[in-house]
């Protein structure tokens, strides 16, 4: 919503909480011709508490490495840690010709996290966050 409230286009993968296969994701935004591809995922780690924060997943350095830093940098006052932008190896960012980022936004087996992620504050906030993150790619010039 915050994203249509901005004047953005957004084209769901899905919009309920069921699960769509990875591959149709990037051709999705692929043929819709989008300008960027933002997918929202929440992390889990192999034992529960040990690991937290946020993270933004890029694959093609050329291509989507400054749509991650400027979505990541947008993440201010986060009530989690931010660990950055990272290399990500993931089927929805390798198959998009568009810009392409995915962000794990906490954990849903660390207590702490999984608190956040329940809270439409934190849930408003992200969302304002990227939209931020968004508007200052754009003008900056970095689309092709």
């Known amino acids: 919503n915050a994203l249509r409230a901005a004047g953005a286009n957004v084209i769901m993968t899905r919009t309920t909480d069921t699960f769509v296969d ?4 990037p051709n999705t935004a692929n043929n819709a011709h989008a ?3 933002i997918s929202f995922h929440f992390d889990s780690s192999p034992s529960k508490n040990s690991a937290s924060g946020i993270t933004t997943y890029y694959y093609d350095s050329k291509k989507d490495l400054a749509l991650a830093k400027s979505v990541n940098s947008a993440f201010s006052g986060l009530p989690l840690e931010n660990r950055g932008v990272a290399f990500g190896n993931f089927e929805v960012l390798r198959d998009n010709k568009q810009p392409a980022i ?11 996290d999984f ?7 934190y849930q408003s906030k992200i969302a304002t966050d990227i939209v931020n993150g968004l508007n200052a790619y754009f003008k900056a010039g970095n689309h092709q």
Do not use: C, H, T, V
């Open 22 to 25: 990875l591959a149709p994701r």
């Open 102 to 112: 995915l962000n794990e936004m906490g954990y849903i087996n660390n207590d702490k």
């Open 35 to 37: 300008d960027a591809f």
């Open 115 to 121: 608190r956040q992620i329940k809270d439409p504050s």
